[in-house]
């Protein structure tokens, strides 16, 4: 891996949240980082602290055609790119019924399109180097979904699938994939005009009422530590047995291990009934992964 103090990053929403919190390690350590924002203003304080070391970059993630231009414009400026954190983007509220076509399309954009577009711009120079991480900002809602967040689930569930399949495309290229499944982190993610909100459906209210008013309420009170995430994603990328997932976040790995449990259980419970949908007598499958 590069010396950390030549070692550059590349964070998309890097003015808040857990992009914020690794930008600032990052910086502080004596690393580089280029840094997106769709209000390049929000950049000044980080700036006036870090100087040339922090190249700030106006593009909203969901500008497809735009990624590449800025992964361009970090090469250029610094001459390399050793990570690539996929971080930008938002939550939405509503019931399957109340999304429309535009607010789930947009879940994707943000979630899968803009990440996946970053991923194809950076990848020829990882490649080059033969070294490199991409780190994909994921959820636990990425690997469990519930009542109204649906839409954010698809996103991400999406972006997951993607990166499983990206991590075994590039391992052999010495390039390693990260992705990150947090559970609430005391950022703006639940902040009123930052979490999105469908139109309702009165139909609803008595089944997701209590889910919208327990999100809008975590705003300030969540458990997680944006400081102490960014150490950990830090040290896992730095670990030689890195895992392809990184639950975040004791309530994370609470709720996903119960939801794997209960689905090997599923598949225990129905396994006969499973298996007898193949031909009688078949031989296993033999398949190149």
């Known amino acids: 891996m590069t010396e950390s103090k030549n070692k550059t ?3 998309t929403g890097a003015t808040s949240g857990l992009g914020l919190a690794l930008a600032e390690v990052a910086l502080e350590a004596g690393e580089r980082v280029a840094g997106t924002a769709r209000r390049t203003g929000r950049f000044e304080a980080l700036k006036a602290r870090y100087g040339d070391r922090l190249l700030a970059v106006e593009h909203d993630v969901r500008d497809v055609d735009g990624a590449a231009a800025v992964v361009e414009r970090a090469l250029t400026v610094f001459g390399q790119v050793d990570v690539l954190v996929n971080n930008a983007g938002a939550g939405q509220v509503g019931a399957s019924e109340e999304v429309s076509d535009g607010e789930l399309r947009d879940m994707l954009d943000q979630h899968l399109f803009g990440p996946a577009a970053y991923v194809r711009a950076v990848l020829p120079h990882l490649r080059a180097r033969g070294s490199g991480a991409i780190v994909q900002m994921s ?3 990425g690997r469990m979904s519930f009542p109204a967040v649906g839409s954010y689930s ?3 569930f999406a ?3 993607w990166s499983e399949a990206l991590a075994g495309e590039v391992a052999p290229f010495g390039v390693r994939v990260l992705i990150v499944e947090p559970s609430r982190f005391r950022t703006e993610f639940n902040a009123s005009g930052v979490l999105r909100t469908t139109r309702q459906d009165a139909n609803y209210d008595g089944v ?3 889910v919208r008013a327990n999100l809008a309420e975590a705003d300030g009170v969540q458990e997680g530590d944006p400081v102490r995430a ?3 994603i830090r ?5 030689e047995d890195a895992p392809l997932r990184l639950p975040l976040g004791a309530e994370a790995v609470r709720n996903l291990t119960r939801g794997y449990r209960r689905s090997l259980e599923d598949v225990g419970k129905w396994a006969s009934v499973s298996e007898s949908a193949d031909f009688p007598g078949m031989p296993p499958a ?4």
Do not use: N, P, T
Not at 235 to 239: F, G, I, P
Not at 286 to 289: G, I, P, Q, S, Y
């Open 9 to 11: 990053w590349l964070i």
């Open 235 to 239: 040290d896992v990328l730095a670990a």
């Open 159 to 161: 972006l997951e699938g």
């Open 286 to 289: 033999v398949r190149a992964f």
């Open 230 to 232: 960014a150490a950990a």
């Open 154 to 156: 698809a996103g991400k």
């Open 208 to 210: 997701i009422g209590a």
């Open 139 to 141: 959820s636990q809602g």
